[in-house]
């Protein structure tokens, strides 16, 4: 006996248990295969505006602030321009920021220490005159004597 739907009588095996005979997988979808990454040449690096400049004022950002923070953002700008990121020049910039204002509130209250002490030593050298003086135990040489 044929089975009209199936004349060359290909019958799967039957499934224990009376269960439904598994679905054929279906073709794979091509689709969504992934691409395969870009081929570079070998030995050539990848050329990216504003590195080496990044590297610099990354570099620079510990010993000289102001050129550190001016470089890093000339190499922000140039790789941004690019599309390309750099985080040396961003880390450039956000050190050197963070380093000129730790610098200029040591400055503040170095002064604000410094100047009150000088300003109280040159009133006591004009109240006694030139010569060596004792300022709190300490010698003092006020004005020049020869």
Known sequence: MTDPQNPAGDVPPPTPYGAPPPAP?????????????????????????????????FVLSFFAQL????????????SRKAGQPNGFAL???????????????????VLAFVLPQAMELARFCVEMGPGVHDYHGVPVTCGQTS
């Open 91 to 109: 880390a450039a910039i956000i050190i050197s920021a963070v380093l000129m204002v730790i610098g200029i509130i040591v400055l503040i209250a």
């Open 67 to 78: 050129i550190g923070l001016i470089l890093g953002i000339v190499a922000l700008v140039q």
């Open 25 to 57: 997988y279906p073709p794979a979808d091509q689709s969504f295969a992934a691409a395969p990454p870009p081929q570079y040449p070998a030995g050539a690096p990848a050329n990216v505006p504003g590195r080496t400049l990044g590297i610099v004022a």
